[in-house]
């Protein structure tokens, strides 16, 4: 029974931790080129791309190992690709290749998972309050944040960034429902800063 315990447990941090990496990033494609034609992603991300496959049909020439491969979409205007492995992912327009219409992205594994526990330095303070969440900023010269809130499913109920330059942000909670929340911070080095809120009413 132990063992099943522990089991889950690790199954919910796994869920937990991909998504709050997940973000999507968007390759607009055009006159024979890719913008961005390279990026850097997360495993568990979401590339999209978007443009006229009936013009520039999209195909992957080379993954890594395990990741599924792209081949020859010709139709639509919009194809959504969630990263499993970290490594180079190399694609092309199979008709305008040859006009340079290439492009790549390089996924990483998660860096690393920061637990902020209470008296822990975090680059944000977390309150609650009635009108909802507040997140502060503690480093005044700080890069821009990507922030998540999460339930204690791992799935994700706000989104959102703090920019460099702004040091507050309140979160109308609102609509949430009683309970357990992560706030998950992630910084330009993609470290990730979690903390743990209660919500009552």
């Known amino acids: 029974m132990k063992n099943k315990y522990i089991l889950f447990l690790t199954g919910l941090f796994l869920a ?6 997940a973000t999507t990033h968007t390759i607009v494609f055009s006159s024979y080129q890719y913008a961005p034609s390279t990026l850097s992603v997360m495993v568990g991300d979401t590339v999209v791309w978007s443009g006229s496959f009936g ?5 992957t020439t080379s993954v890594p190992a395990g990741a599924a491969s792209i081949s020859h979409i010709s139709s639509g205007t919009l194809y959504s690709y969630v990263v499993t492995q970290p490594g180079t992912y190399y694609y092309q327009c199979d008709i305008h290749s040859g006009l340079g219409m290439t492009g790549s992205f390089t996924a990483s ?4 998972i920061r637990e902020a526990s209470p008296g822990t330095s975090l680059p944000i303070a977390v309150g609650v309050n009635s009108g909802g969440v ?3 900023a503690t480093d005044k010269e700080h890069d821009n944040y990507e922030l998540r809130i999460t339930n204690m ?3 994700p109920v706000w989104t959102g960034k703090l920019n460099a330059g702004d040091n507050e942000l309140q979160v109308d909670i609102s609509g949430f ?3 357990i929340y992560v706030v998950s911070l992630i910084d330009s080095q993609r470290h990730i800063y979690t903390r743990k809120i209660s919500l009552g009413r």
Not at 16 to 21: C, E, H, K, N, R
Not at 55 to 59: E, I, Q, V
Not at 109 to 112: A, C, L, V
């Open 109 to 112: 594994s998660p860096s690393s």
């Open 55 to 59: 013009t520039h049909p999209l195909s």
């Open 177 to 179: 429902a009683e309970g």
């Open 16 to 21: 937990l931790v991909s998504t709050i990496q």
């Open 134 to 136: 507040s997140i502060l």
């Open 153 to 155: 499913i791992g799935q």
